[in-house]
């Protein structure tokens, strides 16, 4: 038989062995039971539910009520085909032959871990207002529904609640109570810590000796708070209100009036300021001034007397 007659000689086919089928040996003797968590891969997705290939004889199924605490989840838009999920078994049998299952519950078992952490880190993180209540607002962390009272919804007295419903804000974990199902968030924490970020960054470009004016805010035994033209406030020692002495700062000044202050120190991430140094200042200018025009008055008068004979 020549070279060009002979038959082509046939590929060996593969040979199967059982460690081919593994997975699926495993998955046919695994036992599914209630309360169980499985994690699967999302098939599909619906406006209702989320199928999920379980690596089992059986498909898992997430209706959308089950899917989260959070009133404003949409189902479809915040879930995709290929994402992982972790969902505890409510029925074994929907009577479809489908895994029911649930990923509020099995989310609420593992937000507590992570609200505690949260509370005990301090951690700052961002919610959504999803409605206004008596006292305070209502947002979901970790799809857990969070109270947070009107004393600490920013760092300021809110007069209008209905201000922040629907509003974005950050929030830390002040009580995280798994076991009565409380949680309560502050956004005061983090509003001040921004607030006080922000005046280290304009005390920063202050500097020492600048004068400007300002606004009498409230007045102590110790000295008086001035409101300052840049947005910040300095404190004014009652030893710095006048360059004499006085008993109290209700003497000289009143909230409301407008003074002129030096800066005198940014110490400490703090403001002081003084009047006295100012008037001391302007004193100084006079006298040098006074110094000027009596010398040019004598230069005069000599260069006149000068062209004169006696």
């Not at 993180?125 to 209540?133: F, G, L, Q, Y």
């Amino acid at each position: 038989m020549s070279e060009e007659n002979k038959a082509p000689l046939l590929a060996e086919e593969p040979v199967e062995t059982m460690a081919d089928y593994a997975a699926e040996l495993e998955a046919s003797f695994k036992r599914v039971r209630e309360g169980d968590q499985l994690t699967g891969t999302v098939v599909s997705v619906s406006e209702d539910k989320v199928i999920l290939d379980l690596k089992y004889y059986a498909e898992g199924i997430i209706y959308k009520e089950n899917m989260s605490n959070d009133p404003d989840f949409i189902l479809n838009l915040e879930i995709h085909p290929g994402d992982e999920i972790t969902a505890e078994v409510i029925r074994t049998d929907d009577g479809e032959g489908n895994i029911l299952l649930s990923r509020k519950m099995a989310n609420d078992r593992q937000a507590w871990d992570k609200l505690k952490a949260m509370l005990e880190d301090r951690t700052v993180t961002t919610v959504k207002i999803a409605e206004i209540v008596k006292s305070g607002a209502v947002a979901f962390l970790e799809g857990v529904r969070g109270f947070i009272p009107a004393s600490r919804l920013s760092a300021e007295y809110v007069e209008d609640l209905e201000e922040y419903n629907g509003k974005t804000i950050e929030v830390t974990v002040i009580t995280a109570d798994e076991e009565n199902n409380k949680l309560v968030l502050s956004g005061k924490e983090p509003a001040l810590l921004k607030m006080n970020e922000e005046k280290s960054k304009k005390i920063a470009k202050c500097q020492v000796g600048t004068v400007m004016e300002g606004t009498v805010d409230s007045i102590k035994d110790y000295g008086a708070f001035i409101n300052l033209e840049n947005g910040l406030s300095g404190l004014l020692h009652i030893s710095q209100i006048s360059t004499q002495r006085i008993k109290h700062p209700g003497v000289v000044l009143k909230e409301g009036q407008t003074v002129k202050v030096k800066i005198i120190s940014t110490a400490d991430n703090k403001i002081s300021l003084s009047m006295k140094a100012v008037l001391e200042d302007e004193e100084a200018a006079e006298e040098v001034f006074d110094y000027q025009e009596e010398g040019s008055a004598f230069t005069g008068l000599s260069s006149l007397l000068k062209g004169l004979k006696f």
